[in-house]
C-alpha cells in the first residue's frame, strides 16, 4: 500500500507541475524566479516517463509466472491510454471547430486534421511523424514516446532482470542508453534534425530513452541494494540537479536540451526517494491527483492553455504572479473535476474491458491445454 501511496503522490506532483507550464506560458509580465520555476514545471513529464518504467517494473515481477505476457502486457497498455486518448482527440477537434468559430466567424476543418496525422495518432506512431506529432491532441507527445517505450519495454525488462545486478551493471545500462541516444541526435543532425526545446527530436523516445532507463535502473538499485540516503541528503541532491538542469536551461544551448530530461531524471529518483521514505508527503488529495493524473493531463489543455489565454489579458493591471496563480487554481480545480468524471467513465470501464479480455485468453489457453 506505501508503494502504492508514493507512485500515486509522485504522479500527482508530475502532473501539477505540467498545469503549472502551461498556465504560465499565458501569463505576462512574470518575474523571473517565478518563470523559473513555472517553466521547469515541463520536466513533469519525465517525472511521468520514471514513474511508468517503476511501475512497469514493479507489474513485470508481480506478473512473473503470467500466460502470454507479451499479448496481456499489450492489451492492459492499450486499454489503459487508448480509450481516453481517443476521446481526447475528439475533444480537441471540436475545440479547433469552435477556435476556428471565434476567429474567422465560420467553422473550418484545420489542415493539420489529414488523414495521416489523424491515422498516426489512432495507432501510436505519431511520436516518428513530424506533423502529427503533438498536432492532433495537446500533449500528446508524451503518449506517442510512452507508447514507443511500450513496445520496446519487455525486451529491456528482459535484459535487465539478467544484466543489472550491481551497481557497476545498472550504471552500465544507463550511460549505454545515454551514449545511443546522444550518437542518434549527432547523426540526425547531419540529416537536418538539430534538437531544442520541444521540437520533434527532442520529443522523440530517441532523446527521452535515458529517462526511462533511468526509472528502470533505479528499480533494480532498490531491488539489489538497502543503501539508503537520508531524507536530508535525498533532498539536497533533488535540488542540486534541479539546479544544473536550470543552469543549463538559462544558457539556452539547443543542444542542452538532450542534456535537460537526463540530468531531471536523475533528480526525480532523489525525488522519489522522499516520498517513498516520508509518508506525511502523501497526502490524500494529492495521491488522488495521481490517480486521475492521465485523465488530467489530456484535459488540462483547454483551462490551463484555451481558456486561460482568452481570460488572463483581461487581468494585465493585476501583478504577473498573482495572475498565474489565480489562473493555475483555475486549470487545476476544473481539471480535477473533469478528470474524476473520466476515470468513472472511460478510464475504469476500459481498463476493466482490458481484464475481461484477458480473462477470456485465460480460460481458452486453459480450455485448450487440457484438450491436449
Request: hydrophobic share 50%; with cysteine.
Amino acid at each position: 500500500m506505501m508503494k502504492l501511496k508514493f507512485i500515486d503522490s509522485i504522479r500527482g506532483v508530475a502532473i501539477l507541475m505540467v498545469i503549472l507550464v502551461h498556465t504560465s506560458q499565458k501569463i505576462r509580465n512574470l518575474d523571473f524566479i517565478t518563470e523559473v520555476i513555472a517553466r521547469y514545471g515541463q520536466m513533469g513529464v519525465q517525472l511521468f516517463f520514471i514513474a511508468s518504467a517503476y511501475t512497469l517494473c514493479l507489474s513485470g515481477y508481480r506478473r512473473d509466472n503470467e500466460t502470454l505476457p507479451l499479448i496481456k502486457f499489450g492489451i492492459r497498455r492499450y486499454f489503459r491510454i487508448a480509450p481516453a486518448y481517443y476521446c481526447g482527440l475528439i475533444i480537441y477537434f471540436v475545440v479547433s471547430l469552435l477556435i476556428s468559430q471565434f476567429h474567422t466567424g465560420k467553422i473550418e476543418v484545420p489542415a493539420k486534421y489529414n488523414f495521416l496525422n489523424i491515422f498516426s495518432n489512432l495507432i501510436f506512431i505519431h511520436g516518428f511523424v513530424p506533423s502529427a506529432n503533438n498536432k492532433i491532441v495537446e500533449g500528446g507527445w508524451s503518449i506517442g514516446t510512452e507508447m514507443a517505450f511500450y513496445a520496446i519495454f519487455p525486451f529491456l525488462f528482459k535484459v535487465a532482470r539478467v544484466k543489472l545486478y550491481s551497481f557497476k551493471s545498472i550504471f552500465i545500462f544507463i550511460f549505454s542508453g545515454i551514449i545511443f541516444s546522444q550518437l542518434c541526435i549527432v547523426l540526425l543532425s547531419f540529416s537536418g534534425y538539430y534538437i531544442s526545446n520541444n521540437d520533434f527530436i527532442y520529443f522523440n523516445i530517441i532523446n527521452q530513452l535515458p529517462v526511462f532507463l533511468i526509472g528502470i535502473g533505479y528499480f533494480f538499485f532498490k531491488k539489489y541494494y538497502k543503501y539508503e540516503l537520508s531524507s536530508v541528503n535525498n533532498f539536497l541532491f533533488f535540488i542540486a540537479l534541479t539546479f544544473v538542469s536550470n543552469m543549463l536551461w538559462y544558457f539556452n544551448v539547443p543542444y542542452f536540451f538532450s542534456l535537460i530530461p537526463i540530468i531531471s531524471g536523475l533528480s526525480f529518483v532523489f525525488l522519489f526517494e522522499l516520498f517513498q521514505k516520508n509518508d506525511f508527503l502523501n497526502q490524500k488529495l494529492l495521491i488522488k491527483i495521481g490517480q486521475v493524473s492521465f485523465s488530467m493531463y489530456l484535459l488540462h489543455f483547454i483551462f490551463a492553455h484555451f481558456i486561460t489565454s482568452f481570460l488572463a489579458p483581461r487581468l494585465s493591471m493585476i501583478n504577473g504572479t498573482v495572475t498565474l496563480m489565480i489562473f493555475y487554481l483555475f486549470s487545476v480545480f476544473c481539471t480535477f473535476g473533469f478528470a474524476l468524471l473520466s476515470e468513472k467513465y472511460i478510464e475504469k470501464p476500459s481498463v476493466e474491458f482490458g481484464r475481461r479480455i484477458i480473462k477470456r485468453l485465460d480460460v481458452r489457453f486453459t480450455t485448450g491445454n487440457n484438450l491436449q
